[in-house]
Every structure is written in C-alpha cells, then in structure tokens.
C-alpha cells in the first residue's frame, strides 16, 4: 500500500474508525468508566492473538470495535451472573428525564472546569477543533503556528484532561447516549 | 521505573498518537508503530481507549462559548520552547507533512522521526516486534522492564532481539560493547536473540547465567531453581560465583565484572556467598525428578572440574533446573512449544494442581480466583487453557467435578466443591 491513498479512501479511511469509535463511546458497546483496566486488558489479549497485519490497515478501527465488542459481551455475561443491587436498580426505576439532566449538568461542568486548567492556548486550540470544527491546518493558519505546535498543544491537552477529567462523570456525559 | 512514571509515559503518547491519527490517513509504517506500540502493554491500551474518552466528552461538550481564551496571544510560541513567534508558517519546522499545504512548498528539513522509522522497519522485519518509546532509553543506559499482575509485554531490545515478559517479571538491561546482558531479577521471560557471535547474549537469574548467540529460549525464576528451556538454536546454561550477582540498578559496575565472569566461575559451587538465597531445598533432596537428579550432574562436574564445572549445553527441545545451590537437575527433553507457551498467553497445565493452576491464572488476569475447598485445591487438573480466560479455566473443572461457583463482586470468582465432595 502507497504511504498517500487517494482522497476517496481517506473519506473511507476516516468513516473506517469513527463508526467503531462512536460505539465504543456510546450506545451498548460504551465501556463504563469502571470497567475500562478490565476491557483494555481483554483488548490488550486479543491485539496480540490478532494478525497484526490485518491490524495494520486499520488500527484505530480494530481497537474500538474490539474494545466496544468486550463490553458488549461483558455487559451480557453479568447480566446473567450478577445478582441485580439495588443502587443500579433504583437507577432503572426512577425514570431518566430530570435526573438525567441533572447528572448531565454536572459533567459539563466538570469539563469546562478541566478546561479551565488549561493554558489559554490550549483552550483555543481545544476550541477552534470542537466548537469550530476545524482541522489541524486551519486551526495552525488561524492561529499564526506550526502544525507542529498545534498538534503539540493538542496531546498536551488531552493528556492534562485525560488527568484531570473525573472518569466517572466521563462515563455519564458519554454512555448511553445517541 | 515507578509504575506511576510507566503510566505517565503511556498517557503522554497515548495522547501523541491519538492527535497523530487524527489528522490524515497515516502511512504504514506510522500504523505499523503505532500496532506495536498498543501490543507492547495492556497499559496502552487502557490509555489509548481514555484518551478516546476524553475525546468523546470533548465532543459532547456544549459550553465552549462559555470557554474564555482570553491571552491566547500572549501565551505564544516562546513557551512552547519554539526559537520565535512564527507568523504565516515560514519558519522552518519539521513538521512531517501536508504543513506547506497552505504555504508553498515544504522546506527542506531533516527527517530524524523518518530515519528512526527506518531502523524501526528493519528491526521488525526481524522480530515483528517493534517499540517506539523503549528505544532511546535502553540505548543511553540500562533498562528496566518491569509488568505488574495482568500485564504482559513484548519489548523489543537495540540489537533487534525481543523478550516476551510474563506477568509479575523484572528485568534489568545492560548491553556493553562486548556483551548483552539482561537480569532477570523475578519471573520468566521468552528470549529470542538477534544473532551476534561478537556479542553474546547473556542471561543472569540468581548466580545461573544462559549464554546465547542466535536462538530462542525462556528463562523462569521458579521455587526450586532457574528453568531453562530452548526453542531454537543451543544455549550455555552456568553457575556463576555469587559475588557476580548484578549490580543494584543504576550503577555502572557491569564491565569490570564482565571480564571476570569466566574467572570467578569455578567457586561457583562451593560459595553461596553474600547473596542470600532463597529457600531453596538441599542438593540432596529429591526435587520430583527422584533421587537421581543430584547423582546425575555429580557425574557432569566430575567430567570438567574446573571453569567449566557446571556448563549444561542445551539444544532445541531441552530443559534444564539450575538450582541455586549450583546443583543441575538432568537435562530433560521437552516439548518446548508446550513448555513456552505461557509466552503465547497460554497456561498448559500438566498433572498440576487445581491451587497451582489457579495460582498461574491470578497472574494474568484482574479477576482472581479462590479455591476454598482443600479438597479441590489438590485435584489435579490438565490441558492448555487461554491465560485470558478463567472462566474457561471453570467451565472446563465444572465438568470434571461439581464445583460450585460464586462471584462475591466483578473482580473475585470463589470455587468451592457442591454439597457432596466427590473425590476419586
């Protein structure tokens, strides 16, 4: 395979691992916050048991699909095996709208706190991907930078949040959703 | 290496690569790394997929407009540790690719990322496993490799040879210009060297060094002493003196100590020496291979009294224990794809006990299994199971006896027998 594929396949390319992606995130394959050492290691096993170069061609597509695959077949597994306790049914019971929100209220502004503790490039970085939907050229034109440097702001900025985001409320705004 | 740091790390390029896929279709060699760096530990992976999660939260974030950036400007490229503020992306830059996109042409620049990806390609032409951050740190000083329960890892080393680390295994690695030496300070690991007749290979547990040139073979710390079994190729397995017990990490004493190795070799016997060694039973006690273990490597350093006292030459297929008291149990022939397979991820279990063999499991997994039945725990039990697997593990001892099975939270599974203890 060409280093470059066309601009047909990287469309292609793109809707390869953003499909596996959204169903690791949302729906019945997320991974709940709780559960994520558990699937990365099952993951983990199957990644090695793979053939690595099927995995080559589409690695990102391969680790959500599995990861939202383990979840799946774990959620099943305990459904059965696990006495139901009574915490996660009165969950079921109170019917989701109002508190829902409320919980939902509650991530937001956990991420915007953890926002906060961003330097404000990085928060302008952060912004000009998400609420502007730009790509990493526009957001390096837009911004009199390199690349280089907005792709440096951006895993620096992942990696803060990824420190400073509580997991759990990560699982409520993400799980179960769309 | 702290675990915190080894976590510390793994986020940071978790983070790294999730912004380089990103971007655009990546070429092959960039997914090939980026393959190998999500099968060298669990640990990754476990980063990649929150990275994935703070990704998701970002998305579904609504506020932005509320998000200020006030002094965005100001915190500029100086902080960044960039030469100086960059205007229309003129500066020159080693940004990989598509950056001249907007801007003319790309400058000329160096490709050290490239060139490293070039050595990364030959390596794993050899090996088919490659890791992107181990590189730089095994080069400039020793390293350490370290996994915690649950955790496997294959690591490749600078000279294009890999070892498959089990779970709950130390290694220390030192490679010097005539040598390559690894400690294996707990567990086992799966060597398979690159060939280097120049350079030998050099395995270290416990005063019993393995010396390889081309060839794989697994080392295991066990009980009753270092294991050693071959796969490929021929191995050198001997007793050194205690006083050449590898340095505490850090210090750079291994180059004296590699021109004395074959000296101090012929006290090996006779010395125990300063280094406490574990509870490791007589030489005269039968060790399950019987009585005639002891007599049997008796009768080999009786053929070479001196420096090669007690050298075992192992081939393809054979096993050997050096127990620390500097005794050899006999060489045994092996199936050694079934006696490696641990480094597969698989448990092969022949005659064990139900207590061994769940004991082997919790090494693998999260989930960990309890035997409460002293009856159980001493059935034997056989076959080869996926160490990812215990519940296989159970399925599988559920058939050959009524154990029953309760599960007090996600992470513990208690076996117990049914009602009536059914043993043959």
Redesign the interface.
Known sequence: ?S???TKG??AE?FRQ?RVP?RK???GKGA?P?A???????????R???YD?TE???H??AY??KM?SNVAAEWAIR?RY??PHDAKWLSGLLASDQPEQNCARGD??DE??RA??ML???Q??V??LQ??DGL???EI??R???????V??????S??K???E?D?EL?GV??DG?E | MAASNRHKRA??E???W????Q???L???E??Q??DW??E????????????????????????????????D????V??G?PS?????S?P???RE??G??SGPPPPVSFPFRQRLRLYALAASFT?IVIAGAWPLISLRGQTIQTER???R?VALPDGSVVAVDPETRLRVKFEEHTRRVFLDRGRALFRVAKNSDRPFLVQADGTTVRAVGTAFGVERRKQGIMVTVAEGTVAVFQEDSALSPPSRGDNTTTSQASNISQNRNTATENPGAETLRGVPPPSASNGEGPSASDARRERVGEFPTRQAAEVLLTAGEQVIMQSSGTAEPVRKVDSDRKLAWA??RLDFDNETVATAVEEFNRY???QLHVADEVLAKRPVSGVF???DPESFIAFIQTVAPVRVA?SN?ADIILTMAATPAMK
């Open positions: 395979m280093d470059r594929d396949s990287l390319w691992w992606l690791f995130l949302t991974v916050a559960d994520l050492e558990d699937v990365a290691q099952e993951v983990f096993l990644l090695m048991r690595r995995l080559i061609e690695p990102q680790l959500y990861a305990w095996s696990r991530a937001e991420i915007q926002i906060n330097s404000p490039r928060r302008a952060l912004k998400f609420a790509c990493h050229a390096a034109e911004l009199g930078a390199t690349q280089r440097s792709k440096r702001l951006l895993s620096k992942y990696e949040l990824r420190h985001l997991q990560l705004i993400t959703r | 986020s940071e978790a983070a790294a999730w912004v380089r896929l971007d655009e279709a070429p092959r060699a997914r090939e980026f393959v999500l099968r530990s669990a640990v990754h992976v476990a980063e990649m997929l929150r990275v994935a999660k703070v990704h998701g939260a970002l998305e579904q974030f609504r506020r932005w407009a509320h998000v200020s950036t006030d002094g965005a100001e915190d500029n490229i902080s960044l960039m503020p960059v205007t229309g992306g500066t830059s080693i940004d598509g950056e996109a907007a088919a649950g955790e496997r294959e597969k991820g997994n999260r989930v996926d160490a990812s599960r996600a």
